[in-house]
Each structure stands twice: as structure tokens, then as C-alpha cells.
């Protein structure tokens, strides 16, 4: 058995946690070698240092109580402050109430559909077009509404161009 | 049956019924919660004081940890011992309390701890026999402590539990949240680290 894993079984050992027949194994090995036996000695001795860590507390437990009671009874104290009466908390239940109704209200105008035709065009005063001026040579303007759409429709028409659609027509 | 972590005893030396003041102290008994926290009360001041290290700071969370026990024992559902879940809680504030703490490890000993008197009486033979025995403890006891100080939260936590607690390593996982592996390497590694460092003074 290597010096490392016997450390690591005797660690386990002294705290009744190795299986027996490693157990066994490792008492063989303590036999045979003399440091592993100190070593077992030296964490003997720094089991028994560590209890010899523990210290009376500073307190009996009958003050540390009275504390500990203390302490309980100022945190209930201090949570029911934070808890409101039952006509503060209808306060703000009503106030959260009203400032969620107010937020859905302005979610609901802000994402609904716009319709630009009856939102913005009734607004603006309608422009009546009565005739189109161009630089076209020759040319002639048409203007009329589209009975279907409502749309004003611009015609420029040059004259063979009339002449076509004449033809088209 | 001798007075352990799952069997403590009350003021008078009797038996305590844990499970029977737990159940009552759930229900919001404060006498039986009393009761229980006064039979663990040097237990947890123990593991604190070994986890931080500072006296003053151990009693002050001693404190914190039986309010917060005193809140939480409603999620004690009583599948493990309540000394496993008492203990987790308490491991849990030491070493949050450590880490936020952020202290520097080379604490002056004297204000860290009150020296050991009874450190003659407690350690063993191998370490007290000499014939400069007196001053040779006291500073085997001082290079003790500094290698204790040396530790991680976490190490020397897990050495504790075993060695003052006496607690199993499924326990001691159980209490840090840890596996079992976890801990006996731990523990191992903790008792190398000290006794490399007690070596120098023997």
C-alpha cells in the first residue's frame, strides 16, 4: 500500500468510517511502518486540541433565551409594521388597482390599430384641385375624382399620347 | 445514553424530547422552542465560534441563526434529525458570515479567542510530557489555532463537525450541503494541513 492512500484510509479510520477489510489492511500496514503510527498519533492529538477549542459560551442559556425571545418578538414587531392595517392596505390595494387600470388604458390606446384616413385626414382641410399647370410642351392636365376610392386622379397627356389613349379608348 | 448531538440534555441533566418540542415549537409554542434552543444552545455557539472564529461574533450570530430557526421551523419536515437541519443552518450563516466578512486571517489570537486553560489538562500526553512541557503547550496550543485560522471556512467546518460534533460523514454532507467524498477529503486535508504546521513546534 503507498504512504498516500494509507494516510488517506487511516483519516477514515479515526473517524470509524473505513470498511473493515480495509481496516485490516491498514493494520498491517501501521505495523510495518512506525511513522504511520506517529501519524496516527499526531491526528489523535489534534482531535482532542479541537475539543479543547470548545469554550464555555459567553452566556448561560437561560440569558441567551431571554435574548434569542427578545430578538423574535422585535422581528414580529417589525414585520407587522411592515404589514399595513387592514384599511391601509385596501389604500394601496385600490391605488395599485387604479395605477395598473391607468397603465392597460394607455397600453390598449398606444397599441391599437391606426387608421390614418379617419385619424389624420378629417383634420386637415380638404384640398379641392381644380387644375394642373406642367411644363410639358403641348401638353394637357385632367383632373377628376375616382368614384370607387375617392381618390383625385392627375392625368398629363401629351397630345399623341391623347391621341392613343384616344385610339385605346 | 450519553449526551450527544441527537440526545442533549436539559439544565437539570435530563433527556430532551426533540421531536416532541419541535412538533410544539412548530405549532408556535415559544416555552418548548425555549426549550430546545437552550439544550443546543453551546452546541451551535461551539460550531459558530469554531466556523468564525471570534467570540463576539459567534454569540452575536448564535443569536441571528435561533431567530431565524424560530421563523424557518415550519420547513423542517423532519426527514433527517433536527440537529443535521439545525446545524446546516447554523453552518450556513457562519460561513456566509465569513465570506461577507472578509477578515484578515491574521487576527491578534488574544482578541480572536480566550487562551485555553485547560489546554494541560486536555491535550494529550505525546504533546505535554516534555519536560518544558508548560511553555511547549502553549505554543503547540498557538500554532494549533493559527493553523485552524489557516483553514478555509469550509475545512475547517467539516473538522469540527467530526471532531466536536462527532457527527458521520453522511451527516456532516448533509449539514454542508456537500458530498460525501467531499468531506473525507476535507477532513483529510485538514488534518495534513495542521499537522504540517504543528511539525515545526514539536
New interface residues.
Partial sequence: MNKERA??WL??AL???LSPRRQRRLEKALAKDPSLAD?R???????????????????T??A??Q???R??RL?ADESTQRSPSFFGGLWRWSLSAAAVLMLSVGIWWGSRPVDYTRAVIPLAERTQVEWVESDLPDAISMVYEDGDTGITVIWVMMDDVQEDNGHAG | MSPNASNPLNADGEAVDVPRLVQLAKEGNEAAFGELMQAYYARVYGLLKGIVRHEDDARDLSQQVWVKVWHKLDSFKGDSDFYTWLYRVATFAGLDFVRKRKRQREVELSEAMEPNRDADAILPPSLTSRPDSAAQTAEIQTVFERALETLSPEHRTALMLREVEGLSYDEIAQVTGCRRGTVMSRIFYARKSIQEQLKDVR
Fill in positions: 494516510e488517506y483519516s477514515q473517524d470509524g468510517e501519524l498519533e499526531q491526528w489523535l492529538a489534534i482531535g482532542l486540541s479541537c475539543r479543547a477549542q470548545t469554550v464555555e459560551p459567553p452566556q442559556p437561560e441567551a433565551w435574548d434569542v425571545q430578538a423574535i422581528s
